[in-house]
C-alpha cells in the first residue's frame, strides 16, 4: 500500500527567501504525482502534475521534481511571498488502472513579511 | 473552461439525521468524480468514485453511501450522520482515461477539487 509522507510538518520562512518542501512515496512504481495548495477553510488548487516519465515540471516561481528510484519529489518555490503562505499537499497516483490519490498530511508554510 | 460547484457550504447536523451534499461539474462530459473527507490533524481520505452514470466505488466502509444520477453530478448520502461523519468534504473531478493528453490541455488523469463543504455533527 502507497504510504505518502510530507516532512516538516510547518515551516516558517522570511520573505523572498527560496524554500523547498519535501514529499516521499514507498511505492515507486507511480503512475503521476500531483501538487495542491489549500488555503485554511478552501479546497484543493492543483499546482503541478509530473508524469512518471518527466523529472521535474515548472509554473511560474514553482518548481516540482521527481525521483522514482529514491521515493522523493520537491517542490521548490522561488523569492517567497506572504501570498504564498498555505499548506502544500502531495499526492501520489499510482497506476493507469488505479483511480486513487494518495495524499500527504501536507506542509503549512508560513511566509514571514 | 471547467469549473466544480459544491452545496452547501458549511453544514451543521445533529447526530443521527440525514445528510445530502450535491456536487456538479460544467464544461467537461464523462469525468471521473470522486467525493474524499478531510478530518482534522489527518490527509485526505477518498471515500468513493464514480467513472460514469451509476456507476461507484466505495474505498472505505462506512455509514455514508454516493450516487451519480447524472454524468456531471454526484452525490454524497447518509440515512444516520455519526459524530465521527464530521470533517470537510471535498468533491473532484477528472478527465477519464483513455482521452488524449492535450485533448483539453489537461495531462491525463489530474485532479481538480471543488470548494468544499465543511460538515459538523453535534
Known amino acids: 500500500k502507497q504510504e505518502v509522507t510530507q516532512i516538516p510538518a510547518a515551516l516558517s520562512v522570511p520573505e523572498g527567501e527560496n524554500l523547498v518542501l519535501n514529499c516521499s512515496f514507498t511505492?515507486?512504481?507511480?503512475?503521476?504525482l500531483q501538487w495542491f495548495r489549500q488555503d485554511p477553510g478552501k479546497g484543493l488548487t492543483s499546482l503541478l502534475l509530473?508524469?512518471?516519465?518527466?523529472r521535474e515540471q515548472t509554473s511560474g516561481r514553482l518548481n516540482a521534481s521527481l525521483d522514482k528510484s529514491s521515493g522523493r519529489s520537491t517542490l521548490y518555490i522561488a523569492a517567497s511571498q506572504p501570498g504564498d503562505s498555505a499548506t502544500y499537499l502531495c499526492?501520489?497516483?499510482?497506476?493507469?488502472?488505479?483511480?486513487?490519490?494518495?495524499f500527504g498530511k501536507g506542509t503549512k508554510l508560513s511566509v514571514i513579511p | 473552461s471547467q469549473t466544480i460547484h459544491q452545496w452547501p457550504a458549511t453544514l451543521v447536523q445533529p447526530v443521527g439525521s440525514p445528510l445530502s451534499l450535491e456536487c456538479t461539474v460544467e464544461g467537461t462530459s464523462n469525468p471521473n468524480l470522486y467525493w474524499y473527507r478531510q478530518a482534522a490533524g489527518r490527509g485526505l481520505q477518498l471515500l468513493f468514485y464514480s467513472v460514469g452514470i451509476g456507476q461507484i466505488s466505495s474505498e472505505v466502509p462506512q455509514n455514508l453511501s454516493a450516487s451519480r444520477p447524472q454524468d456531471r453530478q454526484f452525490i454524497l448520502s447518509s440515512k444516520k450522520l455519526l459524530l465521527s461523519d464530521s470533517g470537510f468534504y471535498l468533491c473532484?473531478?477528472?478527465?477519464?482515461?483513455?482521452?488524449?493528453?492535450?485533448?483539453?490541455?489537461?495531462?491525463?488523469?489530474?485532479?481538480?477539487f471543488g470548494p468544499g463543504t465543511r460538515l459538523t455533527v453535534l
Open positions: 511505492d515507486s512504481a507511480i503512475y503521476n
Open positions: 499526492a501520489s497516483h499510482s497506476g493507469a488502472g488505479s483511480y486513487q490519490l494518495t
Open positions: 473532484a473531478w477528472a478527465e477519464i482515461p483513455g482521452l488524449a493528453v492535450g485533448t483539453s490541455g489537461r495531462t491525463y488523469n489530474e485532479q481538480f
Open positions: 509530473i508524469q512518471s516519465s518527466q
